[in-house]
């Protein structure tokens, strides 16, 4: 049965979708049968791997059918792509973006003030944990990457998950994002019955602005413990913003450093996971 881990911050442009798709990489590289789900209408992750599968296979890729439409029946285990031995991808598309009003029409609207508000709501974000149910039987590990906002897709995403990772930029809109997002997620466990642990803060250092870095990485540490706080920080490379160019390549020391890094940090969030599944 699959680990699923939620990718997220409220606040766009942190790294979120990298480190999401980095260390799902690193994880298929390791020998563990890896899923990446793309709920973000944006769809930067699904660029980013198939731009990756292209570096190892000549099969031309096409959408026959996209998540939303698949969502729309039933069933998302037929639109899996394999990008690379152990990692596949649930490609996402413009469309996803029709997912709110999709469950509106499934499960009705309701004002807040309506004593059924909560568990309507409940059946809306829980939705998606039953589509992804089948698939976490073929996989150890499933990536979720969602959009930097509050909304259904979000929450179901961690309806869904056993684990969320918090991505930090080493700023202080991001860590108004995180804080923002700390306290939706308290709100998913206490009134929603979310059942899954914070994995981690992953900070993400800004450029060259070690003054800052600190300033917000100590905010961070107070607000949410420096257990919570990766050990492993990842410092402002330009090579990840290759990738979106090239998708994930491994060709030249720079290429390197990324993939050595992120293999480190993948280490990083196994331990995170064994310790809290129980281990010693």
């Given at each position: 049965?699959?680990?699923t881990i939620t990718v997220g911050?409220?606040?766009?442009?942190?790294?979120?979708?990298?480190?999401?798709?980095?260390n799902a990489y690193?994880?298929?590289?390791?020998?563990?049968k890896t899923l990446v789900v793309d709920l973000d209408p944006q769809a930067n992750a699904t660029t980013v791997l198939l731009r990756t599968k292209k570096l190892h296979s000549k099969e031309v890729f096409s959408f026959d059918k996209s998540l939303m439409a698949a969502i729309k029946e039933g069933d998302i285990t037929n639109i899996e792509t394999e990008i690379m031995p152990n990692?596949?991808?649930?490609?996402?598309?413009?469309d996803f973006a029709n997912y709110t009003t999709f469950l509106d029409l499934k499960f009705g609207l309701v004002a807040e003030e309506d004593p059924a508000f909560n568990e309507i709501t409940?059946?809306?974000?829980?939705?998606?944990?039953e589509l992804i149910e089948p698939l976490k039987e073929k996989y150890d590990y499933i990536f979720i990457d969602v959009p930097p906002t509050k909304s259904y897709i979000t929450d179901s995403a961690v309806l869904a998950s056993d684990?969320?990772?918090i991505v930090l930029q080493t700023q202080e809109l991001s860590l108004d994002g995180a804080i923002e997002y700390l306290g939706d997620l308290?709100?998913?466990a206490n009134i929603y019955d979310g059942n899954f642990e914070i994995v981690g803060v992953l900070p993400v250092l800004m450029d060259g602005n070690a003054s800052l870095d600190n300033f917000v990485l100590k905010n961070a540490t107070s607000i949410f413990g420096?257990?919570?706080?990766?050990k492993l920080k990842i410092p402002n490379m330009a090579r990840l913003k290759r990738f979106d160019n090239t998708g994930i390549t491994e060709y030249d020391r720079h290429d390197k450093r990324v993939i050595d890094l992120y293999s480190l940090v993948a280490d990083e969030l196994l331990e995170r996971i064994h310790y809290f599944e129980g281990g010693e």
């Open positions: 049965m699959a680990i911050n409220y606040k766009g442009g942190v790294g979120k979708t990298k480190n999401n798709i980095l690193e994880f298929a590289k390791k020998g563990f990692l596949s991808l649930l490609p996402s598309y413009i409940k059946r809306k974000i829980s939705y998606f944990s684990y969320v990772l308290q709100k998913l420096k257990e919570n706080i990766f």
